[in-house]
């Protein structure tokens, strides 16, 4: 079972940013396509970004595409996702989790149905 840790969330003004880590528990991430998943209230959890194991492919949800960069550090297990131009919609509980792969390109659908904490993000003046 694969169990990831989030952190780098918080309360930031709308045009803020932040960067989000990813960082995997006992296992490398080298080996997973990653992708990052919100879950804001009363809502369902949406796939937002992905990269593959090797860093050489992303895919971007369009509602995020532009202001979100997502990238990764397989020497240190880490995934990162930079947010900028924060909007109050994009206030959420951020995941990361295995994806899916089709063709060798990443997609927005999670891989395995266990979710660690996330990290809270909150847009707000």
């Known amino acids: 079972q694969l169990q990831f840790v989030e952190s780098g969330g918080g309360l930031v003004q709308p045009g803020e940013s932040l960067r989000l880590s990813c960082a995997a528990s006992?296992?490398?991430?080298?080996?997973?396509?990653i992708g990052w998943f919100r879950q804001a209230p009363g809502k369902e959890r949406e796939g937002l970004s992905c990269?593959?194991?090797?860093?050489?492919?992303?895919n971007y949800k369009d509602s995020v595409k532009g202001r979100f960069t997502i990238s990764r550090d397989n020497g240190n297990n880490k995934v990162y996702l930079q947010m900028v131009s924060l909007k109050p919609e994009d206030t959420a509980v951020y995941f990361c989790?295995?994806?899916?792969?089709?063709?060798?390109?990443?997609?927005?659908?999670?891989?395995?149905?266990?979710w660690g904490q996330g990290t809270q993000v909150t847009v707000s003046s």
């Open positions: 989790q295995a994806v899916t792969t089709d063709s060798g390109m990443c997609t927005l659908l999670y891989e395995f149905d266990t």
């Open positions: 006992g296992f490398s991430l080298r080996y997973y396509a």
């Open positions: 990269i593959s194991r090797s860093g050489g492919s992303t």
